[in-house]
């Protein structure tokens, strides 16, 4: 059973920054996609940035790339999202999540959430 224990978040005025970090525990597979998901209230959760744990592959949505960073820490799997430049439209719940092949396209279901953790933008 794979668990994931997130931290981070909060609030933050736009155009500052915040960042995430998750850690699984229990994953057996040495390569898996970890990353987050984010979910406006009324609507599905989106992909925001995936990991691959064995060669550091990335993916970003689009609304995020060139101000969200996603890495490795170095204990294994456990990854971190970088947030800069945040906009009033990054105001969501953040979710870890892990395994299954997400990373590879969204449309793929995830093994694992976390709890989820609130992050506001505010103007």
């Known amino acids: 059973q794979v668990q994931l224990v997130e931290s981070g978040g909060g609030s933050v005025q736009v155009g500052g920054s915040l960042n995430l970090s998750c850690a699984a525990t229990?994953?057996?597979?040495?390569?898996?996609?970890m990353g987050w998901w984010r979910q406006f209230p009324g609507k599905e959760r989106e992909r925001v940035a995936g990991?691959?744990?064995?060669?550091?592959?990335?993916v970003y949505a689009d609304s995020v790339k060139d101000r969200f960073t996603i890495s490795q820490g170095k204990i294994k799997n456990t990854v971190y999202l970088y947030m800069n430049s945040l906009k009033p439209e990054d105001t969501a719940m953040y979710y870890c999540?892990?395994?299954?092949?997400?990373?590879?396209?969204?449309?793929?279901?995830?093994?694992?959430w976390g709890q989820g953790t609130q992050v506001t933008v505010s103007s």
């Open positions: 229990g994953a057996t597979d040495a390569n898996i996609c």
């Open positions: 999540a892990a395994e299954g092949l997400w990373c590879l396209d969204s449309h793929y279901s995830v093994g694992y």
């Open positions: 990991i691959w744990t064995d060669n550091g592959g990335t």
